[in-house]
């Protein structure tokens, strides 16, 4: 079936220091997925980050990136420096490029430290 | 525009209980959807609707939950009878039919089940 793999758990950054969370996707049934990030910050609902339909394409939103990878089936954000407002929960996500349902992974925890 | 409201915020059940969630769309959207949230599973697809139409009812969970979109403005979700396992947080989710994978989630209902 289709899924997607995410840095699980916690994650821990120093303010200022960069940041990769790893996101690699199958999606045997789609094909051809749209990949997005979410992001849950403290007391707010999950909101859309960034998004990318076109492989080799890349995203950007407040300073993340990711870029879409085919042959790597990968969509990795990244930021070159954190700041503690970034601590969130974000989760990595693909659709097909019919309908809206999203299929989402497990949530990764950014903890930024001052 | 209002964005997608929940109720309860918090919910406590007894085993074997029967609840119901609410959840009003953003006016206006076509797409709904319910997703349960967990740290071990992340977020999964409960049921999505469109234009009020069932369009998918995830296979685990059909047995004991069931949503139902009464207008196009309101939505719940019925667990019964309810075990403690079903402890999660219920999100639900709106989008329009642009087809962008950009859902308007709640702020969810914290189930606890004792």
């Known amino acids: 079936g289709d899924s997607v793999t995410q840095t699980e758990g916690q994650v821990t950054v120093s303010e200022s220091k960069s940041l990769i969370i790893n996101c690699t996707y199958s999606a045997t049934s789609i094909g051809y997925p749209n990949l997005f990030w979410y992001v849950r910050y403290p007391g707010e609902g999950l909101q859309l980050l960034l998004k990318?339909?076109?492989?080799?394409q890349k995203g950007s939103s407040r300073g993340f990136e990711a870029t879409y990878n085919k042959e790597a089936t990968s969509f990795h954000l990244q930021k070159a420096s954190v700041q503690e407002s970034d601590s969130a929960v974000y989760y990595c996500?693909?659709?097909?490029?019919?309908?809206?349902?999203?299929?989402f992974g497990i949530g990764t925890l950014l903890s930024v430290k001052p | 525009d209002a964005g997608v409201t929940q109720t309860p915020r918090h919910e406590v059940a007894e085993k074997g209980q029967t609840i119901i969630l609410k959840c009003e769309p953003v006016s206006g959207h076509n797409d709904l959807f319910w997703y349960r949230q967990t740290k071990i599973q992340g977020l999964e697809l409960l049921s999505y609707?469109?234009?009020?139409?069932?369009?998918?009812d995830g296979g685990a969970f059909k047995d004991r939950f069931k949503a139902e979109m009464l207008n196009s403005s309101f939505s719940t979700l019925k667990i019964q009878p309810t075990e403690p396992k079903d402890s999660a947080v219920y999100l639900c989710?709106?989008?329009?039919?642009?087809?962008?994978?950009?859902?308007?989630f709640g702020e969810g209902s914290k189930l606890t089940v004792l």
């Open positions: 609707f469109r234009s009020k139409s069932l369009m998918e």
């Open positions: 989710a709106s989008s329009d039919r642009a087809n962008t994978g950009q859902l308007y």
């Open positions: 990318v339909i076109t492989a080799g």
């Open positions: 996500a693909l659709s097909g490029s019919s309908g809206n349902k999203l299929i």
